[in-house]
């Protein structure tokens, strides 16, 4: 079950939905990387009329959206209905890639940075601090090159 309670067999059919995707994009094949995203959209619609809109679906869909525009509100709703830290994690992590991806204003992706620093604990999950990390280098990387400037390496 998902920490915001979809069951463990309705978020298996997500998981190999998105495992499609990704074997498709691995292939180059956008055709086929299309229609598994429809089909995974069509999912999360059912899931999301059966259990509501809760973070795993919203962070989900988010994560698959081509459009920045429509994917950053929903990872903003999904951190919001979190109730657990690895959801609010995961929903942070993402939603600090899209910000940066997009150029959002320094001060927004700093703040949300925070928020990820204070969720990610090195001694609790290695991997989830390392991310976290990765993405704080990212964004300095590209805002000293908005600056003229050379990030940390």
Not at 57 to 82: C, G, K, Q
Not at 93 to 122: F, K
Request: aromatic content about 4%.
């Amino acid at each position: 079950m998902t920490p915001d309670g979809i069951s463990t067999a309705d978020w298996n059919r997500v998981h190999e939905a998105a495992c499609r995707i990704v074997n498709a994009i691995m292939m180059d094949d956008d055709v086929l990387s299309d229609h598994h995203t429809s089909s995974l959209f069509e999912i999360l619609d059912e899931l999301e009329r059966r259990y509501g809109r809760l973070p795993s679906i919203l962070a989900t869909r988010a994560d698959f959206s081509d459009d920045p525009l429509e994917a950053i509100p929903l990872l903003e709703e999904a951190l919001a209905l979190s109730t657990d830290a690895l959801s609010s994690r995961l929903a942070l992590q993402s939603l600090v890639t899209r910000m940066i991806e997009g150029g959002h204003d320094d001060n927004e992706v700093e703040a949300r940075l925070a928020e990820l620093d204070e969720l990610s604990d090195e001694q609790t999950d290695p991997s989830d601090f390392e991310e976290a990390l990765d993405l704080r280098s990212e964004f300095e990387r590209k805002k000293a090159a908005r600056s003229g400037g050379e990030g940390p390496s």
